[in-house]
């Protein structure tokens, strides 16, 4: 079975400028997470999807950050523009309705100059 | 809002020693979960513990939780270098919610 994938892996970007993530979840896993996790933290979650719905975005810094997920599938993160701040991973995890196992992809190393 | 504390923040051991990293919550456990991190990677799950009392082990990694003092502990016999990582717990906040994680303990193991 394949995992949750993500792309880039890595990506370097000045500040002001915009970035995008891809995160496509393992196949039937209709909960879809984005995490953000900055050095020496634990993750801490941006949003949550079920399904093409959005379950929390709480924690979304609305005014620079978006995400989607149009088809119920995979899913797109996007930062307009980028802050120093925003240096992080950003993990992306998928879990079956009703799991309670989060399975997570190998993350998306975001630094930004 | 919940907050998991870690404990030790890292950690170095001899191989071939026993260790223990705790993780403590400020509310009430719905269940937790242990993640095992490489340096820059994506998690890897090990173990998940939903009722108190529970003790689940992998291969040379157990972990236990403790509803009442809101803890769990994770432990590592005979340590070698592939245990080395960031081990990180987590927890809904209630049912099905995302994970809420402690801020990792980093752990080496040194020959």
């Known amino acids: 079975e394949a995992g949750v994938a993500q792309s880039p892996r890595y990506k370097i970007i000045e500040k002001r400028q915009s970035v995008a993530f891809w995160c496509n979840p393992i196949?039937?896993?209709?909960?879809l997470y984005w995490y953000q996790q900055i050095l020496g933290q634990g993750p801490k979650l941006l949003i949550q999807?079920?399904?093409?719905?959005?379950?929390?975005d709480s924690q979304l810094p609305k005014d620079r950050f978006s995400a989607e997920r149009l088809k119920g599938v995979d899913s797109t993160l996007k930062i307009q523009p980028a802050k120093l701040e925003d240096s992080a991973v950003y993990l992306c995890?998928?879990?079956?309705?009703?799991?309670?196992?989060?399975?997570f992809g190998p993350g998306t190393r975001l630094t930004v100059l | 809002s919940q907050e998991l504390e870690q404990s030790p923040q890292s950690l170095i051991v001899q191989e071939g020693k026993n260790l223990t990293i705790n993780c403590t919550s400020s509310?009430?456990?719905?269940?937790l979960y242990w993640y095992k991190q490489k340096y820059g990677e994506g998690l890897i799950f090990l173990m998940m513990?939903?009722?108190?009392?529970e003790e689940k082990s992998h291969e040379k990694i157990t972990a236990k939780l403790d509803e009442k003092k809101q803890q769990s502990s994770l432990h590592i016999t005979a340590s070698q270098p592939s245990h080395a990582g960031i081990y990180l717990c987590?927890?809904?906040?209630?049912?099905?919610?995302?994970?809420?994680f402690g801020k990792g303990t980093r752990l080496s193991v040194i020959a």
């Open positions: 995890a998928s879990s079956l309705p009703g799991g309670r196992e989060q399975f």
């Open positions: 196949s039937g896993h209709a909960t």
């Open positions: 999807f079920q399904n093409n719905g959005v379950v929390d």
């Open positions: 509310k009430t456990l719905y269940g």
């Open positions: 513990l939903q009722k108190g009392g």
């Open positions: 987590g927890a809904p906040k209630s049912g099905n919610t995302p994970l809420v």
